[in-house]
């Protein structure tokens, strides 16, 4: 059985066409959609990652860096940026494309923490990943302190 799986084997990019019902008031994306699309992307990631069951445990503050228009095609590209004990950190990048010029722009990055669990619900070891170019040790880096932080900030908030 494999010991640690390379981010490569479960990465995703998938595109989709923003419509008329999924904008706000002001003719932009609905922020919700889009957090919606970066949620299940990345969960499929996470799956694929851990071949399991898992749920999001939390998702990191997100921004909109540019407005979407109706039409414009979204691309999220997802991957594992970190692997826990029982728990998997997948980075999702957002761009836009207008579908007539090909120009793309990247409009959020969001990074979320998955949780793999087992038949009774609770969590379960996750296999390792194991970054192999200069880009997959970036992240795993930047990845590895998001996680610290994140601890250290939750023990916090239970300490108070
Ligand atoms: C996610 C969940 C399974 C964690 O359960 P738990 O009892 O806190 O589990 P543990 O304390 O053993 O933590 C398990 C792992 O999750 C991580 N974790 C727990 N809460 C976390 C949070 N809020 N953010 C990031 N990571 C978290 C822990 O750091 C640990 O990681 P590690 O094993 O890689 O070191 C539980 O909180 C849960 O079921 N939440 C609801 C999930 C859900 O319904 N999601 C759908 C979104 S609506």
Same mark, same amino acid.
């Given at each position: 059985?494999?010991?640690?799986?390379?981010?490569?084997?479960?990465?995703?990019?998938?595109?989709?066409?923003?419509?008329?019902?999924?904008?706000?008031?002001?003719?932009?994306?609905?922020?919700?959609?889009?957090?919606?699309?970066?949620?299940?992307?990345?969960?499929?990631?996470?799956?694929?990652?851990?071949?399991?069951?898992?749920?999001?445990?939390?998702?990191?503050? !997100?921004?909109?860096?540019?407005? !979407?228009?109706?039409?414009?095609?979204?691309?999220?590209?997802?991957?594992?940026?970190?692997?826990?004990?029982?728990?998997?950190?997948?980075?999702?990048?957002?761009?836009?494309?207008?579908?007539?010029?090909?120009?793309?722009?990247?409009?959020?990055?969001?990074?979320?923490?998955?949780?793999?669990?087992?038949?009774?619900?609770?969590?379960?070891?996750?296999?390792?990943?194991?970054?192999?170019?200069?880009?997959?040790?970036?992240?795993?880096?930047?990845?590895?302190?998001?996680?610290?932080?994140?601890?250290?900030?939750?023990?916090?908030?239970?300490?108070?």
């Amino acid at each position: 059985m494999d010991e640690s799986r390379n981010p490569r084997h479960s990465a995703i990019e998938t595109r989709y066409i923003l419509a008329p019902h999924q904008v706000n008031a002001l003719g932009t994306a609905f922020g919700g959609v889009i957090m919606s699309w970066i949620d299940t992307v990345a969960a499929m990631v996470a799956q694929r990652h851990c071949k399991g069951v898992v749920v999001t445990a939390s998702i990191d503050k !997100i921004s909109f860096e540019a407005p !979407i228009y109706v039409g414009d095609h979204v691309i999220l590209k997802a991957s594992v940026n970190y692997v826990g004990l029982t728990s998997m950190e997948i980075g999702v990048q957002v761009s836009k494309e207008n579908p007539k010029t090909g120009k793309q722009v990247r409009t959020t990055t969001a990074y979320l923490t998955f949780v793999h669990l087992d038949e009774k619900g609770q969590p379960k070891k996750v296999i390792g990943l194991s970054p192999e170019t200069p880009e997959e040790e970036r992240r795993y880096k930047n990845a590895k302190l998001r996680v610290q932080a994140r601890k250290e900030l939750l023990k916090k908030i239970k300490e108070t």
